[in-house]
């Protein structure tokens, strides 16, 4: 089992920064990637970005891409998503998952999530 945690989310205006770190403990090296996913109100769970936990090689949304950089503190057992160049349609809760088989692009992919982190962009 994994357990996750979020934390730095916020309320910024739009083009500003956040960095949301996702820590992990337990069975970590049970789960190849670890993934960030978003809920917007009234919309579905999407995927944002994977990271393979053992080699560090990064997945990203086309949504997201060349904005967002997911980074990994192995010895931290921390995961980070900073979220450059903010825009109103990224407000959602951030969510970090551990995955457990299938398609890393869907949530029924994933065994373990953390509570979620609010990201509220104004614009």
């Known amino acids: 089992q994994v357990q996750l945690v979020e934390s730095g989310g916020g309320l910024v205006q739009a083009g500003d920064s956040l960095r949301l770190s996702c820590a992990a403990s337990?069975?970590?090296?049970?789960?190849?990637?670890i993934s960030w996913f978003r809920q917007a109100p009234g919309k579905e769970r999407e995927f944002v970005a994977a990271?393979?936990?053992?080699?560090?090689?990064?997945i990203y949304a086309d949504s997201v891409k060349g904005r967002h950089t997911l980074s990994t503190d192995r010895a931290k057992n921390t995961m980070y998503l900073q979220l450059n160049s903010l825009k109103p349609e990224d407000t959602a809760t951030y969510f970090c998952?551990?995955?457990?088989?299938?398609?890393?692009?869907?949530?029924?992919?994933?065994?373990?999530w953390g509570q979620g982190t609010q990201v509220t962009v104004s614009s």
């Open positions: 337990g069975r970590t090296f049970d789960s190849k990637y």
């Open positions: 990271v393979t936990w053992s080699g560090g090689g990064t």
């Open positions: 998952a551990s995955h457990d088989r299938g398609s890393i692009y869907y949530k029924d992919s994933y065994n373990n």
